[in-house]
T-cell receptor, first 110, second 114 residues
């Protein structure tokens, strides 16, 4: 079946450094790639998304890149801060179906 | 605009019992999806309802079922509960614009089976 692989499952970075989370997907019909952040005890919330007709999108300290040929997309967080500590989920969607990755737990070290 | 509301927030049930969870989507959203979240397994898709019809289904046993009402509110039922059903159950609603877009999650129902 269709699948989204997300790596790493856990990531620790020093405050101020950058963090990168990578995802691959299998369904070539996927055309929408959102990223969700889930803080401890809270609901997942969309932080950034990208559609298949765009290769890169940036919003302040976060950016997402998409390589449709390789079926890869990545989340980049620069100048990490303590409030970036959370679980991040990538997803790939086609029409009415969305598949999530298993999540990356990001720890920001002081 | 009110967000996605799930009730109850917490449930404790005994093995073999059944449970019903409720989800009220954002007003105007007709698509409601359900997910099971457990540590290490991420968000596992259960099913999606649109206009009272199940549009997509994940790989869960038949003990997991759902329905959607004409006002788009959705319920999920789990019968013959097992210990492994203990999890956070999240629902999400989205607007149907003809292409995929943002899913808005509820705060979840934490189910504990003892």
């Amino acid at each position: 079946g269709e699948n989204v692989e997300q790596h790493p499952s856990t990531l620790s970075v020093q405050e101020g450094d950058s963090a990168v989370i990578k995802c691959t997907y299998s369904d070539s019909a996927s055309n929408y790639f959102p990223w969700y952040k889930q803080e401890l005890g809270k609901r997942p919330q969309l932080i950034i998304d990208i559609r298949s007709n765009v290769g890169e999108k940036k919003d302040q300290r976060i950016a997402v890149t998409l390589n449709k040929t390789a079926k890869h997309f990545s989340l980049h967080i620069t100048e990490t801060q303590p409030e970036d500590s959370a679980v991040y989920f990538c997803a790939a969607a086609a029409d009415d179906k969305i598949i999530f990755g298993k999540g990356t737990r990001l720890h920001i070290l002081p | 605009k009110a967000g996605v509301t799930q009730t109850p927030r917490y449930l404790i049930k005994t093995r073999g019992q059944q449970v019903t969870l409720s989800c009220s989507p954002i007003s105007g959203h007709r698509s409601v999806s359900w997910y099971q979240q457990t540590p290490g397994q991420g968000l596992q898709f259960l099913f999606e309802y649109f206009s009272e019809t199940q549009r997509n289904k994940g790989n869960f046993p038949g003990r997991f079922s759902g329905r959607q009402f004409s006002n788009s509110r959705s319920e999920m039922n789990v019968s013959t509960l097992e210990l492994g059903d203990s999890a956070l159950y999240l629902c999400a609603s989205s607007a149907d614009t003809g292409s995929p877009n943002e899913a808005f999650f509820g705060q979840g129902t934490r189910l504990t089976v003892v």
